[in-house]
């Protein structure tokens, strides 16, 4: 059984950096996507970005809103996957879930599906991010 475990949240002010932490068990993150997701009061929840090993290669994806300020990386032997998060902004907060996914398929570089919750089987219970202005 896979299982996922986000850490790292916190409260911060606007223009602050914050990284959060994925830890994965039950499997190796070879041939496997790791995506990162938020909620936030009333709002859906939205895709953040994704990392995925799928043959030789690594590929990753980021939201529109998160791209220049997001950056997703993983310690592979560790089974952990990292979210380090600058330049925060108040429309950041929400509660973050890590998700791992055997099925999200990887087009050479790009990920097309990453942004697509139904993708992803294993969901984290998620780590409050709170940003202050």
């Known amino acids: 059984q896979v299982q996922l475990v986000e850490s790292g949240g916190g409260l911060v002010q606007a223009g602050d950096s914050l990284r959060l932490s994925c830890a994965v068990s039950?499997?190796?993150?070879?041939?496997?996507?790791v995506g990162w997701f938020r909620q936030a009061p009333g709002k859906e929840r939205e895709f953040v970005s994704a990392?995925?090993?799928?043959?030789?290669?690594?590929?990753?994806s980021y939201s529109d809103s998160v791209k220049g300020r997001f950056t997703i990386s993983s310690d592979n032997a560790e089974n952990t996957v990292f979210l380090q998060m600058s330049s925060l902004k108040p429309e950041d907060a929400g509660v973050y879930y890590c998700?791992?996914?055997?099925?999200?398929?990887?087009?050479?570089?790009?990920?097309?599906?990453?942004?697509?919750?139904?993708?992803?089987?294993?969901w984290g219970q998620g780590t409050q991010v709170t940003v202050s202005s």
């Open positions: 998700a791992g996914s055997m099925r999200l398929r990887m087009v050479g570089s790009s990920l097309p599906g990453a942004r697509m919750s139904s993708w992803y089987n294993s």
């Open positions: 990392i995925a090993w799928f043959g030789a290669g690594t590929a990753t």
């Open positions: 039950g499997r190796t993150l070879t041939n496997y996507a």
